[in-house]
């Protein structure tokens, strides 16, 4: 019998209005529907139906799942949730084979039919209200986070009761130079710290990443650039244009879920973890950022400080003041202060500085026009729920510009090269997870502006990465405790 031929893949974005979208549907022969939405600590979920569900009142009144088997959502007794597909994010899924529509979507409570208050796109959502209807400051933020992954060829990984390991392989691992066995052994790997910007066939990934970044585009993203990163292994990034707070939260999320299917495909792994290499570069988020009003650039000020207005000192200041508290949303694992160590480009000094990538706040100078004009914060990491992470940066931002906070003299030097006594009167980041979650603790007046987080929001927050990850992390033996305290 023959073999039916595959229908041909939708590359462009479909309509954005419940009638448009089913109308759209129909004529593309689309078969199911996917809702997606994202938990608490910032991991996309999913689930599929047929495209009959599909009508205008999906779009309205949703439908329900299970909320207490969501992290940081309901306890069992409270358990029925719905979500709420978002139209505008209407997306031929490029993943599956079966033809499928996908949305984000936001979470409602089905009693009150109010907007949930732990749903990370909701509190994205609020920030941007806050900043256009109650701060008055600007009508739009616009954000540009640079992702670092790795796409190794396997990962292994086991902990119990008495035994704990990890085993990453990457053909293009400098450990395998020496490696000896049945295949030729074809050299040209990135040495350590030495992988930024080889071409073939030192750079193996380049299809790889090209197929994703075309698949990407189902979503909406527009990417400006691809290229290898700095580690070896398999250490790329992948630039998309800026976009507004809640859109490119929606398109970071979609990043990730189309870079791993990917790679999978290319039976291989992708990863955002931030540091799964010992001695070799993280994996970072720098995020750039800038508030603008009636189409003109807030933070820029030809005159001023590598171009930056007045505003955009303040904002830097907010940032530089609340980094601690910020860093329990930015970088949030425990493995996340693994990167955040001096001499691997982690920008471990709470500064600003133009050009200058050792501190933590920069100000590109790529281009002088006013269109170009940002700052780039360097300490978050892609293992944040960016929906969170964004609207904390945004909050610590409008308080810096609300309460004039000065961010000092800039640090146009390199800050990892400081005299003992030079660097004495430079703050260094917290070193761990559970000093960031106390910072949090203890300063977070400036997220509750506006209802952006609410109380339960942070104390879950924090509730939830003590017990499941810093105690988690904390009561188990590391592996080089052998090393060090066996003959003990």
Known sequence: MAQRPKRERYNGRPPTTPAEIIAFCREQGTQMVDVKFVDLPGTLQHFTMPIGELDEKLFVAGTG???SSIRGFQTIDESDMLVVPDPATAAVDPVFEVSTISFMC????PITRQQYNRDPRHIAQKAETFLKKSSGIADISYWG???????FDGV???QNVQSAYHFIESEEGIWNAGRDGQDNNLAYRPRHKEGYFPTAPTDTQTDLRSEAVLKMGAFGIQVEKHHHEVATAGQGEIDMRYGSLTKMADQVMAYKYVLKNVARAHNKVAT???KPLFGDNGTGMHTHQSLWKDGENLFYNPEGYAGLSEMALYYIGGLLKHTPAL???CAPTTNSYRRLVPGYEAPVNVAYSVRNRSACARIPVYFPHAEAKRIEYRLPDPSCNPYLAFAAMLMAGIDGIVNRIDPGEPMDK???????EEAAKIVQCPGSLQEVLQALEEDHEFLLRGDVFTPDVIQTWIKYKREHEVDAVRL???PYEFFLYLDA
């Open 327 to 329: 860093l329990a949303f």
């Open 414 to 420: 390199d800050l990892y090269s400081l005299t003992p």
């Open 65 to 67: 799942f299970d909320g």
């Open 106 to 109: 936001n979470v409602v409570d």
């Open 272 to 274: 955002f973890m931030p």
């Open 476 to 478: 188990r033996p590391h």
């Open 156 to 158: 292994r990984f086991d």
């Open 145 to 151: 986070p640079e992702l670092e992954f790795f796409i």
